[in-house]
């Protein structure tokens, strides 16, 4: 069975730092792309990171370029977004995505596997 878990999810003040992981289970995902995406109550599923198989590209939202990080660890078959100076609209439940196209795309439709999300709170 294919699972994706998140964890490393929090409350925080504002210009904190937190580091999020999703530790995958059931199939090799180091040829998968790995993306997190964020969703706030009452807002869309939002693209946040994606990375490549190989680690060697990634891809940012505007909102999260300078200050997030994603990585991977294929030897783990895990995946990490590191968040520093968190801000209060970064709050959202936060979702681990793996895609089988090879396309380091945002858009939540193409990727195949989720996990059930890890919630992220920011205080001002």
């Known amino acids: 069975q294919v699972q994706l878990v998140e964890s490393g999810g929090g409350l925080v003040q504002a210009g904190a730092s937190l580091r999020l992981s999703c530790a995958a289970s059931?199939?090799?995902?180091?040829?998968?792309?790995m993306g997190w995406f964020r969703q706030a109550p009452g807002k869309e599923r939002w693209f946040v990171a994606a990375?490549?198989?190989?680690?060697?590209?990634?891809f940012y939202a505007d909102s999260a370029e300078g200050r997030f990080t994603i990585f991977r660890d294929n030897a783990k078959n895990t995946v990490y977004l590191q968040m520093n100076n968190l801000k209060p609209e970064d709050t959202a439940v936060y979702y681990c995505?793996?895609?089988?196209?090879?396309?380091?795309?945002?858009?939540?439709?193409?990727?195949?596997?989720w996990g059930q999300g890890t919630q992220v709170t920011v205080s001002s």
């Open positions: 995505a793996a895609s089988t196209l090879g396309i380091l795309a945002p858009n939540a439709p193409l990727y195949h596997f």
């Open positions: 059931g199939r090799t995902f180091s040829s998968d792309v």
């Open positions: 990375i490549a198989g190989t680690g060697s590209n990634t």
